[in-house]
């Protein structure tokens, strides 16, 4: 799952993003939006974003009712230079909520994408029913993004060692899901792993038909990753002979997805936390928490002993080169950017060791900039909040799909945090709090034919259909 907290993706933006320059021409043979993308019931590509194609294809939201509407799914193509292709395969970054367009017209994630999967194949970033360039729309704050963002932000600043704190957070948790029942459209049901499996297949049908071969015996060709594994797995338990190649990456636990726990992803969060113990005691003194003659135990032991130091005296942040307001950072701050870290470990153990450095030594400033705590929330350079991000979509899609299995009350809520945290003393908390809270008011569930019934037995419970 990629993508968690709103103030914890800024870190990756300090560390790796490079904005993508998009020419804004007027040159209307090339669309440079999907705005400007026909919508089409066939697929239709058409030359888009300099060296692409794009099309936009309108889906029934339910295959079986038709009467229901349809809503535009958005794909953009990277037509390898080896034509013919031998096909086209979909792929998806995660989430859910991640945005397949933007990662295959990214120039930083499209090479790796060609180099893990050659270039005899055409890639095709999907966008998948709520997320991004695709309806219907999830944005519980359409209209005001700072809004949204500043919420987001607020909701999610919760310490999850403070009974008070978390029962705001299952209160405030509760109130999200009650401002979007009243904001957002009830087409918002339609957004859900099933129905976006059966785009896939709309997809492929609709390349077979374009190409002149019968839709009948159209296949998926896919690759996805994250949460992108459990919407290939759920492709192809309900498509089993249309899957074509099938790649899925970085498995999550599908039945503990369905249920809504999530608790599964964080089976060995505390070994690879563990690593940077480990990587850090080899590294010598290029890892800024390494003195003489350190070890992998005694870096473990200083870095438990900031946390706590942290958890009993947050630490106090003012430097206007770092922080736009004053501000202190906590336990939970910390524990945030570890679990961030371990998605990716070349790119932030190195941060990672600097900031815990320098938080041992009293000096918050790093990690409150890491975690952009005293800065306005997604503001840009210019203040303007985008127009779409993941974090809304994200929970709506796990809520439909959840689809109310999980009986969240605050007693189930606090169990899990307990659950969680005995699972990753880390930063168990910090994943408890990813979604399952906010589906309590929810007042959306997926028609009966885009519920999952793939046999769900979890341990200690009965099978669910
Ligand atoms: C529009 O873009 C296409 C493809 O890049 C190019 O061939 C064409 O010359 C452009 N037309 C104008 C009017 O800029
Ligand atoms: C298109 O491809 C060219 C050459 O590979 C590259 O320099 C350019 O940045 C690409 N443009 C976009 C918008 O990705
Ligand atoms: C949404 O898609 C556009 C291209 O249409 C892309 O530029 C943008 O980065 C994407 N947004 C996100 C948050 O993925
Ligand atoms: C809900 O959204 C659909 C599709 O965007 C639209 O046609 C319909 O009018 C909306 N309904 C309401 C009540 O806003
Ligand atoms: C580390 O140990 C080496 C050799 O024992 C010594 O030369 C060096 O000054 C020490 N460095 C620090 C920072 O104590
Ligand atoms: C705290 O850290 C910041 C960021 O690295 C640095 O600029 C500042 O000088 C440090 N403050 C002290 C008192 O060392
Ligand atoms: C789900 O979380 C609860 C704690 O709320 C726990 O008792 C249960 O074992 C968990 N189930 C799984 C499969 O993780």
């Known amino acids: ?13 300090v560390t790796a993003a490079t904005p993508l ?5 007027h040159n209307n043979t090339m669309a440079t939006s999907f705005k400007n993308v026909p919508l089409s019931a066939d697929l239709k590509y058409v030359p888009c974003f300099q060296n692409y194609t794009c099309a936009n294809l309108e889906v029934p939201l339910d295959y079986d009712h038709p009467d229901v509407g349809t809503t535009n799914i958005a794909f953009i ?15 998806n970054p ?22 893990l999967l050659g ?11 709520g997320v991004n360039n695709s309806g219907p729309n999830l944005e519980c704050f359409a209209g005001t993004p700072a809004i949204r963002d500043y919420f987001d932000t607020e909701l999610f600043d919760v310490d999850p060692r403070s009974e008070a704190s978390l029962k705001k957070y299952y209160q405030q948790s509760g109130s999200f899901g009650t401002w979007c029942s009243r904001t957002l459209n009830d087409t918002v049901r339609y957004a859900n792993t099933p129905a976006t499996a059966r785009d896939m297949l709309q997809y492929a049908e609709k390349l077979a038909e374009s190409q002149g071969k019968p839709r009948e015996e159209a296949q998926v060709n896919f690759y996805g990753a994250s949460y992108g594994s459990a919407l290939g797995t759920t492709f192809a338990s309900l498509f089993p002979t249309r899957v074509g190649r099938f790649l899925i990456d970085a498995v999550l636990d599908v039945e503990d997805y369905y249920f809504g726990n999530w608790s599964q992803n964080l089976l060995q969060a505390d070994a690879a936390v563990e690593s940077f113990f480990e990587l850090c005691a080899s590294a010598g003194p290029t890892c800024a928490l390494y003195t003489n003659g350190s070890t992998a135990a005694s870096i473990q032991q200083r870095v438990d002993a900031v946390l706590q130091s942290l958890e009993d005296s947050p630490l106090a942040v003012t430097d206007p080169a770092f922080v736009q307001f004053p501000t202190a950072v906590t336990h939970a701050d910390l524990r945030g950017l570890f679990m961030l870290a371990t998605y ?9 060791a600097l900031i815990v450095a320098q938080v041992e030594s009293g000096n918050g400033t790093l990690l409150a900039f890491a975690t952009q705590k005293g800065v306005m929330p997604k503001a840009e350079c210019d203040g303007v909040s985008a127009e779409w991000t993941d974090v809304h979509p994200k929970l709506i899609i796990a809520c439909n799909d959840n689809n109310k299995r999980w009986a969240v ?5 606090m ?12 930063f168990g908390e910090v994943w408890a709090s990813v979604i399952v809270p906010q589906c309590r008011n929810l007042k959306f569930s997926p028609p009966e034919n885009q519920v999952f019934n793939g046999e769900l037995v979890l341990p200690g419970l009965e099978a669910m259909h």
Do not use: C, H
């Open 21 to 25: 320059a998009i020419r804004d021409d």
């Open 409 to 413: 009350t605050e007693q189930s809520v």
């Open 119 to 129: 270039d005899a194949y055409n890639i095709v970033g999907m966008d998948p029913r």
């Open 1 to 13: 799952m990629f993508g968690l907290f709103t103030p914890l993706t800024a870190f990756i933006a």
């Open 94 to 115: 995660g989430g859910p909520g991640g945005s397949g367009v933007n990662f295959v017209l990214n120039p930083l994630e499209l090479p790796m994408l060609i180099e």
């Open 344 to 352: 990716n470990p070349p790119v932030y153990f190195a941060t990672l």
């Open 77 to 91: 193509r990277w037509n390898t230079p080896k034509q013919p292709a031998m096909g086209d395969i979909i792929f």
């Open 415 to 426: 169990e899990l945090f307990a659950f969680d945290r005995g699972l990753s003393k880390y």
